[in-house]
């Protein structure tokens, strides 16, 4: 790879915990700890969802132009945050910093884009709409949301569960290939966890009657929350996202969701001197969601409790996730299946 700088530890566990929240597969297909400078010109900027891919020709150690391919979040949350295919057009110049491809030395995750005029891009940026700028004081879960900023949040790593599985979970994770196998890469938005923690992206959540209409950014998704009704439909058709039924505790909105299909909870499971595995879950999944406003510091509270008997051996540890609220309008995500020679999908 071009031009290798040396960057600090500091500046290097500041980018971990950075991508850890906005990215949760970094891991498992880019290494920090080998920072990558890439000066070129660009060939092609590929605006998608999931992930966008930034195609560049640069001379490589060896003094002969190679193209290279360097991959960020997805456009609509680039796009946000200034840098648009314009920004980006075919034959300008610029230099890349990110971190290196784990498995192909012309391959990066690009973080910042220098521009000959002294302009520098961080696709971390935080655009005007996430500022708290949001008028009134919320008073209870409705509105726009998103995601709230949490230290060392990563759902590629460790993960206890995978240690609790049963006979049938086990045999399920052995014949799944998370490089390939993620629904997310064919656009499937996967499990009702994965798509709240998707980084980056707006959530709505609005009451129309007798449901409660949650609507999710990423990957488009559409969840309805059927209030009038007290259980799930015997013979129901099974998804991803399952058949959810809810009521309220004074101002808590519970969820209760089943109807699941069997699915993936976690893409990547990463231990020590084991390959990369996937956390699987079976039809059996069973989900219940806690959504209640904490307007002293005007946070939206997400809490799960998970349990799934048929693939694991105890329940989930009981998570929460938290929201700030947002001025952002939701886009379409309109997302593009993901290849699988490994790029990356959520």
Not at 169 to 193: I, L, M, S, W
Not at 239 to 248: A, K, M, Y
């Amino acid at each position: 790879m071009p031009l290798i700088r040396n960057i600090s530890v500091l500046i290097a566990a500041t980018f971990v915990a950075t991508v850890a929240g906005a990215h949760h597969s970094f891991a498992p297909h880019f290494d920090i700890n080998k920072p990558v400078s890439i000066a070129g010109k660009i060939l092609q900027f590929e605006a998608r969802n999931p992930h966008s891919y930034l195609h560049l020709a640069a001379v490589d150690e060896n003094g002969r132009t190679q193209e290279y391919v360097c991959e960020s979040h997805g456009f609509t949350q680039l796009k946000r945050i200034g840098i648009t295919s314009e920004l980006l057009k075919a034959g300008t110049e610029v230099r890349v910093e990110g971190s290196q491809s784990r498995n192909d030395s012309h391959k990066c995750f690009f973080t910042d884009v220098y521009f000959p005029d002294g302009r520098v891009v961080n696709v971390n940026g935080r655009p005007d709409a996430q500022a708290a700028r949001v008028g009134q004081a919320r008073r209870d879960i409705f509105g726009t949301w998103l995601l709230a900023p949490m230290p060392n949040r990563s759902t590629s790593g460790p993960q206890p569960m995978i240690d609790s599985m049963t006979p049938s979970g086990k045999a399920a994770v052995a014949k799944y290939n998370p490089f390939k196998d993620d629904p997310v890469f064919r656009c499937d938005p996967v499990a009702v966890r994965r798509v709240w923690g998707a980084p980056g992206t707006p959530l709505s959540i609005v009451r129309e009657k007798d449901r409660v209409i949650l609507r999710h950014e990423w990957m488009d998704v559409q969840r309805i929350v059927y209030l009038n009704q007290h259980e799930h439909p015997p013979g129901g058709p099974r998804t991803s996202l399952g058949h959810s039924i809810g009521h309220f505790e004074g101002n808590t909105l519970v969820i209760d969701t089943g109807n699941y299909s069997a699915g993936v909870l976690n893409q990547y499971v990463e231990q020590q001197g084991q390959p990369t595995r996937g956390l699987l879950h079976s039809a059996a999944l069973s989900t219940v969601e806690r959504l209640h406003l904490d307007a002293a510091r005007q946070r939206l509270v997400v809490e799960f409790d998970m349990r799934d008997p048929e693939f694991f051996t105890r329940e989930f540890d009981h998570s929460s996730l938290e929201f700030a609220p947002s001025d952002l309008k939701l886009e379409p995500f309109n997302c593009s299946p993901e290849g699988v020679d490994g790029t990356i999908g959520k």
